[in-house]
């Protein structure tokens, strides 16, 4: 599995597009394009990878990708299942940040509209949406012209405005990506985020990347500034703290289902990168 690059540009003369994507389940494909995109579940749960980061999503998420910025939605496993009757349904807005002309999100009255498409090259996922606002964005669908438009700017207003929004990627993968944007990088970091919770092998993903063990080593650790098993073992954990949150799953569930084949080194991992034990992690959070 490799980047894709994905054409979203519109072909009848719209400024934006906006589509129901609608499908048995979500495809797992790991890509990328020039348009921002505001997505709204209204169907299915499962795992959204964006940059380096790993979100549960499920019915109600509102999420806001920046340009550039590879994602994939990936379903539970029943959603995969020959007789699965589960789908998958969301709402995709694509546009470009100058949509509306080069300057226009420029001007005073614009700018916190501005800052929300460059805080959106984290990804932004905002929590605890009213109701009110995903029925707007429902609303837009059956509108054209001025009347879209309009109400296109009322949400980002409202977005723009809203305060509990969590960034969903980090800083340091931002840099890396721009700075290296290789095929080999591409096609490892896809392999990790597909399969990162099963036994992934040193010797195995440097195949992906047709490199020997030592040479893999060295350039996945200039590229990331971290050991393969240090960034296989951050992903893990990442995983693990969104289940944890969930409070639906005891600890050892959550050990293998992150990829861990053992609980005591499931808790030596996640002490040494969040500073705090899988309990006293799930303690603090859910008082």
């Not at 719209?14 to 389940?25: C, G, I």
Request: glycine fraction near 4%; aromatic fraction near 12%; charge should be positive.
């Amino acid at each position: 599995m490799k980047l894709h690059l994905l054409d979203r540009s519109s072909l009848d003369n719209k400024s934006f597009t906006t589509k129901v994507n609608d499908y048995p389940y979500f495809l797992k494909i790991w890509h990328y394009h020039p348009e921002l995109e505001l997505v709204v579940v209204l169907k299915s749960a499962g795992t959204c990878f964006v940059g380096d980061g790993i979100e549960k999503f499920e019915v109600g998420d509102v999420m806001l990708l920046g340009k550039d910025l590879p994602h994939m939605w990936l379903n539970e496993e029943d959603y995969f299942q020959q007789d699965s009757k589960q789908q998958a349904k969301a709402i995709a807005i694509h546009f470009k940040q100058d949509y509306l002309g080069a300057t226009f999100f420029e001007t005073p009255e614009m700018r916190h509209i501005l800052d929300l498409f460059e805080r959106a090259r984290f990804g932004l996922k905002f929590l605890k949406v009213d109701k009110k606002l995903i029925q707007e964005i429902k609303s837009m669908l059956k509108l054209k012209g001025f009347e879209k438009t309009m109400c296109f700017l009322k949400i980002l207003n409202e977005l723009a405005k809203y305060k509990d929004v969590k960034k969903l990627t980090s800083e340091g993968f931002l840099n890396s990506f721009k700075a290296t944007r290789n095929v080999t990088q591409d096609k490892v970091q896809a392999y990790i985020f597909k399969n990162f919770n099963r036994v992934i092998t040193l010797e195995e993903v440097a195949q992906i990347a047709h490199m020997n063990t030592t040479a893999f080593s060295r350039f996945f650790k200039r590229v990331n500034r971290k050991t393969f098993s240090r960034y296989l073992a951050e992903i893990r954990i990442g995983y693990a703290c969104r289940l944890l949150l969930e409070n639906k799953h005891n600890i050892s569930s959550i050990c293998y289902e992150s990829g861990f084949n053992n609980i005591s080194n499931f808790n030596r991992q996640f002490k040494l990168i969040m500073n705090c034990s899988p309990t006293v992690y799930l303690n603090e959070h859910l008082r």
